[in-house]
């Protein structure tokens, strides 16, 4: 498999102990890198609750982030113009997300594939199990 590039909603699955997504980033970290954007850590900390602070930052801790560079914020912005008269309207944070992995070559992890229609982004779905079927294109 290759690296991966993690949603927010993986890890807020991850992080409420769904079963099956503790299993699935496991063995992902075991066969590639995982990735997270920088958008995705400032969604993830602004939603967690005070109790929640040592377990969600050692997660945060484990992935390494993707840093939000002109590049990253050029080609966000790339997507959301060029999507637009197609009548798909893209969110500024999955844009980022979407940038960051068409950035440096990473499979998408999504609960939401739906949320990026980018052709040529690799884009995993992830079910209510944990388990992860490949985005037909």
């Given at each position: 498999m290759s690296d991966h590039?993690?949603?927010t909603s993986?890890?807020?699955r991850y992080l409420?102990?769904?079963p099956g997504y503790r299993d699935?980033?496991?063995?992902?970290?075991?066969e590639g890198w995982l990735?997270?954007?920088?958008?995705?850590?400032?969604?993830?900390?602004?939603?967690?609750?005070?109790?929640e602070r040592?377990?969600?930052f050692a997660l945060l801790d484990s992935l390494e982030t993707i840093q939000m560079t002109s590049e990253v914020a050029d080609l966000a912005g790339e997507l959301i113009r060029l999507w637009r008269p197609k009548g798909v309207i893209l969110g500024d944070a999955d844009a980022v997300i979407a940038a960051s992995a068409l950035k440096h070559g990473l499979a998408l992890v999504t609960t939401n594939a739906r949320h990026f229609p980018m052709p040529d982004l690799i884009v995993f779905q992830a079910d209510e199990e944990g388990r992860l079927t490949p985005r037909e294109k």
């Open positions: 590039l993690l949603d993986i890890l807020i409420r102990r769904v699935m980033l496991r063995s992902m970290g075991v990735y997270i954007s920088a958008v995705t850590r400032l969604e993830i900390v602004r939603g967690m609750r005070e109790s040592q377990a969600t």
